[in-house]
């Protein structure tokens, strides 16, 4: 699975980055379970009383200043929405995602997911031989029901003209629409499991991803957005499928994948890589499955969806990179049905654009990844048979 995040200001570990130019007072969306922790109404109060003074002295000015918004951040006690990877206590220490099939080693009690601790003969964190493994259903059930509730915080509460002379104050309180720290959150928990080889963790995780996405559209229609959000996530039940050996219900997912991002228009370019990698794993997973004629037929429309970009976006580099290497997979498939001087003819269009490229002294990753598509190209035409297609 790709680890790269489908959601804006998410990091594969870290779930709420302040964008560039954000005002340094709004806190990061958080978790809901601790919004009325004492040291969090202390320091609201404080803020509230120091402003006091001044507001009095400005009359007028401090009461149109007083029904501005207010943004109330709830925090999370467990430290899942930190903006630095932090492992929390319904964390497992070895893929250190939450728990997941919860596992109690014998006869220490130490806890881990069950497909992580099953790796293992003895103790991680204390060393003691594991007897047995037994199921913790209780402490799973908690899990559950954190990751359930976890950053579901979408409405807003005006206070009543007699609720504000109770209160003494005139401020709308408005609580952050999170779900996107909600998204944010889930996948750095799939991808944490994913690298860990807990692949059925991590298809849990994307499975509630993507189904509060689709919640999510449902309410707000098809941005842009949660479209790339959802292609993406549906992208990556399909590599844990892929993982898992399930080839049948991993083609499923990037044909789910692929049908919702067809159905948008086509002038972003992340919707566009999203779509066009989605075509390609389904031509590798036919490939690999010995159907060739329908590999080339998915390679193919994701090499028109790649040419179709540079058009549009001619200054973009990485676009040249993925059209030559669609134009290497589609080759490759024509030398292996036979078509050998419709492959050579592939393969030098794509030697071509690549040669053609300049990239730029920052541009330094692009420029090795040319470089490693150049090198297959030129092995191509001089070796037979082919060893491999390259990477998405």
């Known amino acids: 699975m790709t680890p790269v995040c489908p959601f804006a200001k998410a990091r594969p570990d870290d779930a709420s980055p302040r964008k560039p130019g954000e005002n340094s007072n709004k806190y990061p969306a958080e978790c809901p379970f601790s919004k009325a922790r004492p040291d969090d109404a202390a320091s609201r109060k404080a ?24 943004s109330i951040p709830p925090k999370c006690p467990f ?29 220490c009690s130490h806890v881990y997911c069950k497909a992580c601790i099953s790796r293992f003969n003895d103790c991680p964190l204390c060393g003691a031989d594991i007897e047995k493994i037994e199921a913790d259903t ?23 003209d007699k609720e504000e002379d109770e209160a003494g104050e005139n401020k709308k ?92 228009p086509m002038d972003d370019l992340e919707i566009i890589h999203t779509l066009s990698v989605s075509l390609n794993k389904i031509g590798d997973l036919k490939y690999y499955g010995g159907d060739l004629q329908a590999a080339r037929s998915y390679y193919v429309r994701s090499l028109n969806v790649r040419r179709d970009a ?39 269009e794509a030697i071509k654009q690549l040669e053609s490229l300049t990239l730029k002294p920052e541009e330094a990753g692009l420029e090795q ?15 037979k048979p082919p060893k491999s297609t390259p990477k998405v």
């Open 47 to 70: 803020v509230e009383n120091s402003a006091k003074p001044q507001a009095e002295h400005d009359g007028d000015k401090a009461k149109s200043d007083s029904m501005d918004s207010a």
């Open 138 to 160: 209780t402490l799973q059930d908690v899990v559950d029901r954190f990751i359930e509730g976890h950053a579901r915080i979408n409405r807003s509460h005006t206070n009543s």
């Open 173 to 264: 309180v408005i609580y952050e629409d999170v779900s996107m720290e909600r998204g944010a959150f889930l996948v750095q928990q799939a991808m944490r499991a994913f690298r860990a080889q807990n692949v059925e963790s991590a298809k849990s995780r994307l499975s509630l991803c993507a189904e509060d996405i689709r919640g999510q559209i449902e309410r707000m229609d098809n941005t842009s957005e949660l479209c790339s959000q959802l292609g993406a996530v549906l992208g990556m039940l399909g590599d844990c499928c892929r993982a898992m050996g399930d080839a049948d219900a991993a083609v499923a997912y990037f044909a789910d994948s692929v049908e919702f991002l067809m159905k948008l």
């Open 369 to 383: 990844r040319r470089l490693s598509v150049l090198e297959f190209l030129n092995n191509q035409l001089s070796e």
């Open 310 to 348: 540079v058009k549009r976006h001619s200054n973009v580099p990485s676009q040249v990179l993925d059209v030559a290497v669609s134009l290497a997979k589609v080759a490759d498939v024509d030398r292996s049905i036979g078509n050998e001087d419709v492959a050579v003819d592939g393969f030098q």
């Open 79 to 107: 430290g899942y929405d930190a903006q630095s990877f932090k492992i929390g206590p319904l964390s497992c220490m070895i893929c250190q995602a939450l728990l997941f099939e919860c596992s109690k080693c014998t006869p």
